[in-house]
C-alpha cells in the first residue's frame, strides 16, 4: 500500500470510530480498543509510507547523498 491508499484507510476507520459513537458503542470496550489499535497502527503506517516517498522523490531529484 502506498502513502495515499494508507490514508484512505485511516479515513475510514476513523469514521468508523464516529459512526460506532453514534449508535452507541462506546461502551463495547473490546470493539473501542481493537479499532484504537488499528488506528494507531494505521498512523503509524501512514507515516512510515510518507515519509519513504518522500526520501525516494528526493533521491530520484538529487541522487545519492555521500558523507
Known amino acids: 500500500m502506498n502513502a495515499s491508499d494508507i490514508r484512505a484507510?485511516?479515513?475510514?476507520?476513523e469514521l468508523e470510530r464516529i459512526d460506532a459513537a453514534e449508535v452507541g458503542l462506546t461502551g463495547?470496550?473490546?470493539y473501542?480498543?481493537?479499532?484504537?489499535?488499528?488506528?494507531?497502527?494505521c498512523r503509524a503506517a501512514f507515516?512510515?509510507?510518507?515519509?519513504?516517498?518522500?526520501?525516494?522523490?528526493?533521491?530520484?531529484?538529487?541522487?545519492?547523498?555521500?558523507?
Open 9 to 13: 484507510h485511516l479515513t475510514r476507520l
Open 28 to 30: 463495547c470496550e473490546a
Open 32 to 41: 473501542m480498543a481493537d479499532l484504537e489499535d488499528e488506528i494507531l497502527i
Open 47 to 67: 507515516a512510515g509510507a510518507r515519509v519513504t516517498e518522500i526520501a525516494v522523490a528526493r533521491a530520484e531529484l538529487s541522487g545519492r547523498l555521500f558523507g
